[in-house]
């Protein structure tokens, strides 16, 4: 059976992938969004289902107002001695001026499924940390290096310097190891070694069209660095017809029967628009790595598959694959699933909870969609760019200030949201807003009066770039609401160079008055529909 790529559809960048035995796991960046550090297991490369998270606890990554996409950048998963090791970025300021300000981290796990320790602080020279642990019992930590100077270029080159695990902090001489290529941008460095060679991988070009994988080696862990002839192992930038678009950031693994992987990121634009609403994905390429020798791309180029060999590992299936987009939760259960995430700050029963109301998860209403802090909205990603997301909710607002219902969602600035609120005539209203690259905007031709009393069903439908909402007072009798909006808005290039996300959908409320008033959501539903 082939791999077909992407492997992990959907919000899933900057793939940093580890083999323990014959489990395989890949670990997503997550920006914003809480929990965070994404993982996913597998056991035959093909098949691959959500573990679970690594940062779960504001005691490990405090978001409280950090701008969007910033949060969690890059992380690195590795094994090594029964524990897993996880470094990530913790990104406090990333946009204006010449600044970022990124701070590196290092957990550990005895399992995939934690617990995860509290955070030992690394550094904040750069972001894109790694860990790697050399086959003398030496640990060595690379980041890359930013350079706010007015007249020097920001990305910096790749450091390395020695971590000290019984100390738990980093140790003696910094060395700035590679440069990069003339592709530009260097950053994303993994190490490994190889047939007396320490590799480094790293990403160039930028995350965005120009992107790429390239790859150098050197007999000593220091350097000098020898760039792949040919260089770069993996991308894109060279041909815009291919469907997989973006290739970068990459990581390694090898198969226990000697085979390799790069794990790396792609993205699928909406043509001809060329906008990438699922954000950037998670692909796999299989590599020829003779010993002593360079690796390549098995298929025979440097750009990025579709379809992939297989490694003739066991086929082992999941009932809920990342690439299954049948989601229906009828809230019966005690915990939230695994797939929901919420922005900047864990779930607490404070303002989500499913003990309310048996059947019901009650959010109660915070802050608008805008906010940077406290929103109560819970959303799970799009994985395909025909999408419906549907919900039943019970809400009575008193106030036009309060408001809950159904979000198409990127970012603050860049979301469409279907939500109940009152008129000023005392009746329920249903209505349509978007938020446009930051202007509010609504649609006064789109507002519906709704019966005072009674379940409203919400629904939303993508296909590709138009996003057609509907609702309902008896289920499954569907009426359209307003004109289709621009689907394009959710996307990382709408409007701007570079964004980092992807599409969500999810539910939400609102009460502005501050006495949160709450929305109690029977059931959330999200599946594929026919373009």
């Excluded at 489990?23 to 960046?29: C, E, G, Q, R, V």
């Excluded at 289902?49 to 590795?78: F, H």
């Excluded at 959303?379 to 549907?390: C, G, Y």
Aim: charged share 20%; hydrophobic share 35%.
């Amino acid at each position: 059976m082939s791999i077909i790529n992407p492997v992990l559809p959907g919000f899933h960048p900057d793939p940093s992938i580890c083999r323990v035995g014959d489990d395989y796991y890949i670990a997503t960046s997550t920006f914003q969004w809480f929990p965070a550090v994404r993982i996913h297991h597998s056991k035959d490369l093909v098949h691959w289902k959500l573990a679970g998270y690594a940062v779960t606890r504001t005691s490990q990554l405090d978001m409280l107002g950090v701008e969007d996409n910033g949060g969690i950048w890059a992380p690195c998963l590795s094994y090594h001695d029964g524990t897993f090791y996880m470094i990530y970025t913790d990104v406090k300021n990333w946009t204006g001026a010449a600044y970022k300000d990124t701070h590196n981290y290092l957990i550990t796990a005895p399992s995939i499924e934690g617990p995860w320790s509290e955070p030992i602080f690394m550094n904040s020279s750069g972001f894109d940390p790694s860990l790697f642990h050399d086959t003398d019992g030496r640990k060595w930590f690379v980041n890359m290096q930013w350079d706010h100077r007015m007249n020097n270029h920001p990305f910096n080159g790749i450091l390395l310097q020695e971590y000290d695990e019984t100390q738990q902090k980093l140790v003696g001489p910094i060395k700035n190891i590679f440069k990069g290529t003339d592709l530009g941008l260097v950053e994303g460095p993994h190490l490994y070694k190889k047939d007396g060679y320490y590799y480094l991988l790293t990403a160039e070009g930028g995350t965005t069209w120009w992107h790429a994988v390239t790859l150098a080696r050197s007999e000593q862990i220091d350097g000098p660095y020898e760039v792949l002839p040919g260089n770069p192992l993996c991308t894109s930038r060279y041909d815009d017809t291919l469907e997989l678009q973006r290739a970068g950031h990459g990581s390694l693994v090898e198969t226990r029967n000697g085979q390799w992987y790069l794990a790396h990121l792609c993205g699928r634009p909406v043509m001809p628009m060329r906008k990438c609403i699922l954000g950037r994905e998670t692909a796999l390429q299989a590599l020829d790595w003779p010993e002593n020798e360079w690796p390549r791309l098995a298929h025979g180029t440097n750009t990025p598959a579709v379809e992939v060999r297989d490694a003739g590992l066991p086929l082992v299936s999941f009932e809920q694959d990342s690439k299954n987009p049948y989601f229906n939760d009828d809230f019966d259960g005690d915990e939230l699933h695994l797939e929901y995430n919420a922005l900047r700050a864990p779930v607490d029963e404070t303002w989500a909870t499913l003990k309310e109301k048996k059947g019901f998860l009650r959010l109660y209403g915070r802050e608008s969609l805008f906010s940077r802090y406290r929103t109560s909205l819970v959303a799970k990603r799009i994985v395909n760019l025909n999408t419906e997301a549907s919900c039943a909710v019970d809400f009575y607002p008193e106030t036009f200030q309060q408001m809950a219902g159904l979000t198409f969602y990127y970012d603050t600035t860049n979301h469409h949201y279907l939500y109940i609120t009152r008129g000023d005539d005392g009746e329920r209203k249903l209505g349509i807003i978007t938020c446009d690259a930051g202007e509010h905007v609504e649609y006064p031709n789109a507002v519906v009066t709704l019966p005072k009393e009674g379940t409203v069903y919400l629904k939303g439908v993508m296909n590709g770039a138009s996003l057609q909402f509907y609702y309902a007072t008896e289920k499954d009798s569907w009426m359209k609401i307003g004109r289709p909006v621009d689907a394009t808005i959710l996307s990382d290039e709408y409007k701007t160079e570079v964004k980092f996300t992807g599409a969500f959908a999810g539910i939400a409320a609102q009460d502005l008055t501050g006495r949160k008033h709450p929305a109690d959501f029977d059931w959330f539903n999200m599946e594929i529909v026919k373009s």
